[in-house]
């Protein structure tokens, strides 16, 4: 039985969609009987530093107090001592970000040493034959490298759920700096990495940037691994008149005010935002302008946000500015069959390519005039109203987003 270690952030997740990708993974390989699951993540305040848990081997360090202090704040949010704790934490992660520009895209250096000499510690212990780097931060990533420098039988395979050269610059550098600072980490990675996975959303971009590189012809390109049979067993014969729309996500790089300019000409529609609660307030607040009525709903553990989710008539999703960066919670809502509309504001934006192929699937684009995207929206709404899409139409129509493919390739790199 082949040893594999994950070096994810958190497990199980803390507000974390990435490392639901690496769940269904894992679960997915511990399903196969040929692997032995191991993780290294951080320590919250609740959690043991070792346990078995769901067939897998968690391995916790501690992070630091500060961090531990805001996640007990995150639990007490409303408390005066929680709001100043976790101003605190955003501040010390600003004065970070501005001391280490030299270094970007690390601005922890001490905490990615810190995942390093617990990665290569733990080997030493286990003797891994596999390591999983998940791209959410240097530090997760930068852990797997550390063991493959150590031990060159390992093999390691990054994971690109962001794409390190390709995605978000922060606004604070300049672009050049920041995208040159990327690739030279890229660089450093690929320079040891077996293979790696990449978005297939990223992949125009790397062919167009880095087609010059070594290392291309290890990518692969993947989707995120949220398609799943979730098992619906009753689909009623009859819906109330009322549509109940659901948007779950981040809206760190969303702006939801066109979205609710064209659903406040939709009659009959309620209309639930399922995010961080830090942006409740904004949220009521654009909406009202909108003459809009929603609901907002903090994050919350992912069997219960499943079980929202089961409720839904519709699923919202917003288009962001990076054309590299794909919105995963698409792929679980496919898997629930609901018609689906998503907004966007640039041609390439990375969600067109997959619901125009879904067969309920709506793009609205911003550009145009909310009238004429009210017509758009009412009359894919009319047509589609009670409807769901097959999940075996569905997952042949998207191979690359089921955790079994991902099985394969790990398979696959034991093969060669």
Known sequence: MKKLLFTIQWYPSYKSPNVYCDTNIMNALLATGKYEIHCLVYKPYNRPSEEMLDGFHIHRFKRSWLFDAAMKADAAPDLF??????????????????????????????????????????????????????????????????????????????????????????????????????????????????????MESSMEFHKLYANRYEYLKKFIPMNIPYLKDLEINHIPEQMSNRIKAIFSGTLSQRNPKYLFSVLSHIKNMEITFICDKDFHSELHSIASDCNLEIRCLPFMEHEKLLDELRTADLFLNIGVRESNAISGKIFEYMSFGRPIISTYFIDNEACIPFLKKYPLGLMVDERLSVESNVAKVANFLQLHKNQYADFEIVKNLFPKCLASSYVSIIDDLFNE
């Open 81 to 198: 001592k929680s709001k100043l704790v976790r101003k605190l934490a955003r501040l010390f992660m600003r004065l970070k970000q501005i001391v280490f520009v030299p270094i970007y895209p690390i601005y922890e250096p001490l905490l990615v040493r810190k995942f390093q000499r617990e990665a290569v510690r733990l080997h030493r212990k286990e003797h891994f034959d596999l390591v999983i780097s998940e791209h959410n931060g240097t530090d997760t990533l930068l852990a797997g490298y550390a063991v493959k420098k150590y031990d060159k039988s390992v093999k390691y395979l990054p994971v690109f759920w962001d794409s390190l050269s390709g995605g978000f610059c922060p606004h604070y550098l300049p672009e050049k700096y920041a995208r040159k600072s990327r690739r030279a980490l890229e660089k450093k990675v690929m320079s040891v990495a077996d293979k790696a996975i990449v």
